[in-house]
Structures are given as structure tokens and as C-alpha cells.
């Protein structure tokens, strides 16, 4: 297990588009988190699971924002009909319920809206 | 709502001087408390948590509650400290932490041969 992989790495897209982001968490653990970073700021909370299920979403997450963890293993993010304000670094991160706190981090996957 | 404040952007120190990174924090219940690290090029990564009371790379944490505060530091700074560094509160439920994250903005360590 090499840890949390992302991907894609980066990704550049006009407004309007719809992009998607994949996470793959490392196997044991089953929480899976998605982070939002935006240049000189700390990570953002966007959304978090628990196996499959997504207990708890930003107030901050738009509409157009949706993510997925169909089997409790792999997670997907998906934006719709993207805005220049979306441009970030989208995180992801996985821990072991009983050692909620200590995330392991993915290298992200960086958004640039033209 | 939790808050974290990390006030200094940029902290520079010489090799082998004490370091202090500062991080204080605004919540009412018993939050935990971590500190996150990121060098260049690395994913970011988890340094120590509060309830550890560890030292990891020489570095401690302790939490204060009075003055709502977990500053971070070391006696000796390393060339190899040089990262970013992130406070970071997490809500605690039943003894057990919550486990999402609010993030302060970060301190740049340099750490001058």
C-alpha cells in the first residue's frame, strides 16, 4: 500500500465544464475526507464518510458539488458547471475511525478553472 | 464555531536557536489539538497530537487551555525543519475525537544553516 493516491494530479478546465477527481484511501481505513486548499490558506473542510456513507457536508459546499464512496473503498468528487472560484487544491485524506484525527493526506489534485 | 489562528505567515530562525510556533485556538467544549507538517515536495503529514504528549523530531506541543493555545516548539532548531507547519482543532465527542479538521493558515519555518 503506497498510502492515498489521487487523480488526476492536476487538471485544467474551462468554466462551465465539469470535472471530477478520484481518491483511493489507503485499505484498512474507513474514513475518507476531501480538503479544499486555496493558496496561502489551510486545508478546508468539504465533506467526510464513514465506509459508504457521507455523514457530514460543508456548509460551504455548493450544489455543484457532489462526492461519492459507492463501496466504502474508492471516492469520487465531482464539480459541476465550474466557476474560476473553484480553482484549488482538492485533498483527500483517510484515517481509521478510532484514530479520527490522524489523516493520512493524498498529494492532491490541483483545479485550474480558465 | 471553532476557530484556529496561526498569527505569523513566516517564521525565521538559525540553525541551533530555539524555535516557538505558535497557535492558539476559540472553542468552547474540549477540542483535540494537532499539528500538521508539509516539506517541500511531501504530502502533508501528521507531526504530534496533543493527547501523545510526545516528542517527535525533537518537537512538543502543550496545550493550555487558560490561554487556549498549543504553540509548538523546539530547543534546537534543524535545517531539516524547514516546512510548512498547521495547528489544527478537532471536536471530540464521547471521548473520542471527531475527526474532522479545522485548519489554522499555516507557518512558513526557515531554518538557517
Known amino acids: 500500500d503506497t498510502g492515498v493516491s489521487q487523480n488526476p494530479r492536476h487538471k485544467i478546465t474551462k468554466r462551465g465544464q465539469n470535472v471530477t477527481f478520484r481518491c483511493d484511501p489507503i485499505?484498512?481505513?474507513?474514513?475518507l475526507y476531501w480538503y479544499r486548499q486555496t493558496l496561502g490558506q489551510g486545508p478546508e473542510f468539504l465533506t467526510y464518510f464513514q465506509n459508504e456513507a457521507q455523514l457530514e457536508k460543508s456548509r460551504l459546499l455548493s450544489d455543484r458539488f457532489s462526492a461519492e464512496r459507492p463501496k466504502g473503498s474508492f471516492s469520487t468528487l465531482e464539480i459541476q458547471r465550474t466557476e474560476q472560484g473553484d480553482s484549488a487544491m482538492y485533498l483527500c485524506?483517510?484515517?481509521?475511525?478510532?484514530?479520527?484525527?490522524?489523516?493520512?493526506f493524498g498529494e492532491g489534485s490541483r483545479l485550474t478553472v480558465l | 464555531a471553532q476557530r484556529v489562528t496561526q498569527p505569523e505567515k513566516l517564521l525565521s530562525v538559525f540553525k541551533g536557536a530555539p524555535v516557538e510556533l505558535k497557535c492558539n485556538y476559540s472553542y468552547s467544549g474540549s477540542p483535540e489539538l494537532f499539528w500538521y507538517v508539509q516539506y517541500s515536495r511531501q504530502r502533508l503529514q501528521l507531526l504530534l497530537r496533543?493527547?501523545s504528549r510526545e516528542s517527535i523530531k525533537g518537537f512538543t506541543a502543550d496545550l493550555n487551555k487558560g490561554e487556549t493555545s498549543f504553540h509548538l516548539k523546539k530547543p534546537f532548531a534543524q535545517e531539516e525543519d524547514s516546512a510548512m507547519y498547521y495547528c489544527?482543532?478537532?471536536?471530540?465527542?464521547?471521548?473520542?475525537?471527531?475527526?474532522?479538521?479545522?485548519f489554522g493558515q499555516g507557518t512558513i519555518l526557515t531554518v538557517h544553516p
Open positions: 485524506a483517510s484515517s481509521f475511525r478510532e484514530r479520527a484525527g490522524e489523516l493520512f
Open positions: 485499505s484498512e481505513h474507513n474514513r
Open positions: 489544527a482543532l478537532s471536536l471530540v465527542a464521547g471521548g473520542t475525537s471527531y475527526g474532522k479538521l479545522t
Open positions: 496533543h493527547i
